[in-house]
């Protein structure tokens, strides 16, 4: 095989089937990687940008009235931050409307439904990391597998010549190494990616947990007041009790 047959599509063409499944295997896992990486990008962004508009807005003095209105019928647009919020203010306000007064309860009722909200928020934010952290780890070893394999294959047929040059072995060899690197090329961009989310959502997590802490504390100042409904005592709290302090 000459250097002009050395092209990474003729040392592809000429491994063993075990070689080229192997390769096939991990161009697939890789088109698959991107795809998470791409897909999980815009993902990440789109909710950090919803929970900035949502937290602005919050802080702003906006009635809570018109909050969760917004949030009850916008379920599927809007933020985690916001469905927390929601989660918060629903279980909230059926505690006041059965009559209980009792500060403690209201607050436990509220962060036990927040706690549960983000904890679902979060697996779907989360979503597609175990993938991008399995494909990082794995597919070096995959790659390394179907490299030792093609060497076995290669030194297997030089077994019957009488005379071994490098010309001889190295097409072989090379045939075999292209394994280990496309297993890298699929390893290398899911390990970087898997950092970079891992950070940003360990950011997230915190806004969110940070936002439960302050909701709740919003909360805790206005359950002394008198028993109203629902819907009054939340908007009655929304234009005094619920303004940018935090």
């Not at 896992?29 to 789109?46: D, E, N, P, T």
């Not at 919020?85 to 909230?92: C, H, I, K, L, N």
Request: hydrophobic share 50%; aromatic share 10%; proline share 3%.
């Amino acid at each position: 095989m000459n250097s002009q047959d050395m092209s990474i599509v003729t040392l592809v063409l000429h491994a063993s089937w075990v070689v080229q499944f192997v390769m096939l295997l991990l161009l697939g896992v890789s088109v698959a990687s991107w795809a998470a990486i791409f897909r999980k990008l815009f993902g990440i962004k789109r909710v950090k940008a919803l929970n900035e508009d949502f937290e602005r807005e919050f802080w702003s003095g906006t009635s809570l009235n018109d909050l969760y209105a917004r949030a009850a019928s916008a379920a599927q647009e809007i933020g985690p931050m916001e469905r927390i919020f929601a989660s918060g203010m629903r279980e909230y306000q059926k505690l006041r409307e059965r009559h209980i007064q009792d500060a403690g309860t209201l607050l436990d009722g509220a962060r036990r439904a927040m706690r549960a909200s983000f904890q679902r928020e979060m697996d779907v934010i989360e979503s597609s990391l175990s993938f991008l952290a399995t494909v990082g780890s794995v597919s070096p070893y995959v790659g390394l597998f179907g490299t030792v394999w093609g060497i076995m294959h290669a030194f297997t047929g030089f077994a019957g010549m009488e005379q071994v040059t490098l010309a001889t072995v190295a097409p072989g060899i090379a045939e075999a190494l292209v394994a280990t690197a496309i297993g890298l090329f699929a390893a290398i961009p899911a390990v970087i990616a898997y950092n970079r989310f891992a950070r940003d959502i360990d950011r997230i997590a915190m806004q969110l947990e940070t936002f439960i802490e302050e909701f709740s504390n919003i909360l805790q100042r206005n359950t002394g007041a008198p028993p109203a409904p629902a819907a009054a005592h939340a908007h009655a709290h929304a234009s005094t009790g619920f303004s940018n302090t935090r």
